[in-house]
């Protein structure tokens, strides 16, 4: 009996000295706090049920984690979390981040540490031109799964003018380099085909009273009003704007398309238009599984405008980790140069159609909507 019992005590110990299973990382580099988390803790869902599909179907043979940090949409912590995330050998390709603020710095840090970076959200130009200019010593290193501004701001500027048949407009902006740069992206596309830009002025992220600002753009009278930025303050202008009886219409870009717009702007919402870069996922039908998944997933959670485009950035980071990440089987290093020149090659089949990097690591996919609000609903309209 007492033989039985030392056994009995002993597998557990020899259980652990066992052959431990390989692990490989991939980061997550988002706002997880702060005014944005909505946005951030939905590209975290997005990424997590990329990474339990990978590990629940047997394609590896290694067990691949998910590691997220929090950059709280400012860029002095997105380059410190950068540099917690480049110092991880065992880190193989880092998604993210959400603001472009955030990306641009964070992907230098990335690049000296010769680290794949998929940003699904981030849209200023800037991002992908930078590794294009000759001060840049290190690999090219950056890609995006989502289109840039430019081809949103005059995607929005052609809509206002031709489809609207909206000739003036004033522009609102949040100072950062995506709302900024959204906003002088439309405002040059808006002047180039004929439109009027009455106003151009910016705001700061976390203010609340826009009263007097609009007040001012009301006495302009312009037939729509534009803004560049996130939904925060994008729903508290149109709460103002209603209040005050400005009849324009608010025009907006994908940092609006949440949810949490409309509990922000309430009423004032409705018939605001907002585009965005690709195809709404329910009219892709390689989509369909990812929806019926993520419901099935998150029941009860609203879906965010970066889930698809996160969930499709880390379903590329683990194909870029099976076909290229291990070139030694038997050690648990990542080859993180071989991942990036498999990325330059990519055409990959998913939920946002198919994609493709151009030189730059951007997109070849430069598909854009709009949207109404209609009944708390972003409706597509073309």
Sequence with gaps: MKKSIALAALLPLLSACGPKEKTFRLALAVPLTGDIAAMGQGMKRGADLAVKEANASGRFKFKVELRAFDDRA?????????????SDSNIALVVGHLNSGCSIPAAQVYAKAGLAM???????PKLTLQQMETSWKWPKNIFRVNTTDD??????????LK??????????????PYGQGLAEEFEKEFKKRGGTVKSFDGIAIGDKDFKALLTRLKSRRPDALYFGGIYNEGGLIAKQAKELGMKAPLISGDAVQSPEFFKVAGSAAEGAYVTNVGVP??????????????????????MQPYDHYTYEATMIALL???????ADPASNAVDRSRMIEFLKTLKYDGVLGRTE??????????????YIVKDSKFVPVN
């Design 74 to 86: 400012d860029p002095k912590e997105a380059v410190n979390v950068a540099n917690q995330i480049a």
């Design 118 to 124: 998929i940003t699904p959200a981030a849209t200023n």
């Design 151 to 160: 081809v949103q701001g005059s995607f929005a500027a052609n809509f206002v």
């Design 163 to 176: 489809k609207l048949k909206l000739g003036t407009v004033c522009i609102i902006h949040d100072k950062t």
């Design 281 to 302: 996922p329910e009219r892709i039908p390689s989509a369909k599984k990812f929806l019926e998944d993520y419901v099935k997933e998150y029941p009860g959670k609203d």
């Design 320 to 326: 870029a980790l099976e076909k290229a990440g291990i």
């Design 357 to 370: 990097f151009d030189e730059k690591g951007d997109t070849k996919n430069k598909a854009a909507t709009v």
